[in-house]
T-cell receptor, first 112, second 112 residues
Framework: DAGVTQSPTHLIKTRGQQVTLRCSPK?????VSWYQQALGQGPQFIFQYYEEEERQRGNFPDRFSGHQFPNYSSELNVNALLLGDSALYLCASSWDFWNEQFFGPGTRLTVL | KQEVTQIPAALSVPEGENLVLNCSFTDSAIYNLQWFRQDPGKGLTSLLL?????REQTSGRLNASLDKSSGRSTLYIAASQPGDSATYLCAVPSGGYQKVTFGTGTKLQVIP
């Protein structure tokens, strides 16, 4: 079992651009959650996907959107990038929301 | 709104010492609580998950306890080793359970 995988590992963008991050959940998991982690902070919940629908959303603007595919993999899209979007983006998967979450290695996004 | 606090923010101990990390949360209506470790620049590794009906969980040298009524959890690490050096984070689902709130973490350094 490869566990949770994320791509790319690192990404550098400029302000105003758009970015897509990808996540493949652990085998058998149907729920994917995305988090943003700024340096020195705990992860902040962005949103959660289950059965291809956004089930819950944190305090993030509409510039942050996502998608879940029938194979449970997920994408996080961020439009009109700001310098403040620079962070480690983490994906976590679980079998529904109440079970143990497993995290991927993250995507380091730098916005210049 | 769920708020999660971890004290201390940083801790430095000599190898072999037993130690306790603390996690406090404001909304006791939680479904479970999960402890993670994070190495610098990496994703999160799940350590222990305690369901709300449980009072403690053990895995090797780690023991986590949960007191819902007082809004507290502790992570006990026995016979600490340099390899235990990392940031330790606790997380609780809230707001309908799907939204997970993290603490800011305790950065642990175990000195050989």
């Amino acid at each position: 079992d490869a566990g949770v995988t994320q791509s790319p590992t690192h990404l550098i963008k400029t302000r105003g651009q758009q970015v897509t991050l990808r996540c493949s959940p652990k085998s058998g998991h149907d729920t994917v959650s995305w988090y943003q982690q700024a340096l020195g902070q705990g992860p902040q919940f962005i949103f959660q996907y289950y059965e291809e629908e956004e089930r819950q959303r944190g305090n993030f603007p509409d510039r942050f959107s996502g998608h879940q595919f029938p194979n449970y993999s997920s994408e996080l899209n961020v439009n009109a990038l700001l310098l403040g979007d620079s962070a480690l983006y983490l994906c976590a998967s679980s079998w529904d929301f109440w079970n143990e979450q497993f995290f991927g290695p993250g995507t380091r996004l730098t916005v210049l | 709104k769920q708020e999660v606090t971890q004290i201390p923010a940083a801790l430095s101990v000599p190898e072999g010492e037993n130690l306790v990390l603390n996690c406090s949360f404001t909304d006791s209506a939680i479904y479970n609580l999960q402890w993670f470790r994070q190495d610098p620049g990496k994703g999160l590794t799940s350590l222990l998950l305690i369901q709300s009906s449980q009072r403690e969980q053990t895995s090797g040298r780690l023991n986590a306890s949960l007191d819902k009524s007082s809004g507290r959890s502790t992570l006990y690490i026995a016979a600490s080793q340099p390899g235990d050096s990392a940031t330790y984070l606790c997380a609780v689902p809230s707001g309908g359970y799907q939204k997970v709130t993290f603490g800011t973490g305790t950065k642990l350094q175990v000195i050989p």
